[in-house]
């Protein structure tokens, strides 16, 4: 069974990249068909998807956060990394990574990390 686990900074600075890791154990992130995402829920909200980044190494963006997301990833080292540049008070949220399970039918979020908080103040 796959288990992820985000890492990170707590606090950054307005203006600051942000940088987030997961770390994956009992999966292959080039294994056909599974999807490799980050969300994040700011305080009083729905969850917002960011983007994924897919067995094959492409990279997918929510539209609204393209031009300031970066996801890579390492699969010698088992993790994949969220860049999120230029960050607002608006960026504070609960920060999670998720695997999504692309079936015949439908996708699935089948494995879900703790989360990481992540404040923007000055």
């Known amino acids: 069974q796959v288990q992820l686990q985000e890492s990170g900074p707590g606090l950054v600075k307005p203006s600051q990249t942000v940088s987030l890791t997961c770390t994956v154990s009992?999966?292959?992130?080039?294994?056909?068909?599974?999807?490799w995402s980050w969300i994040r829920q700011p305080p009083g909200k729905g969850l917002e998807w960011i983007g994924y980044?897919?067995?094959?190494?492409?990279?997918y963006y929510n539209p609204s956060l393209k031009s300031r997301t970066s996801i890579s990833r390492d699969t010698s080292e088992n993790h994949f990394t969220l860049h999120l540049s230029s960050v607002t008070p608006e960026d504070t949220a609960v920060y999670y990574c998720?695997?999504?399970?692309?079936?015949?039918?439908?996708?699935?979020?089948?494995?879900w990390g703790q989360g990481t908080q992540v404040t923007v103040s000055s």
């Open positions: 998720a695997r999504i399970y692309a079936s015949l039918w439908w996708d699935e979020y089948d494995s």
């Open positions: 980044i897919a067995f094959d190494g492409r990279t």
């Open positions: 009992g999966g292959s992130m080039t294994t056909t068909n599974f999807f």
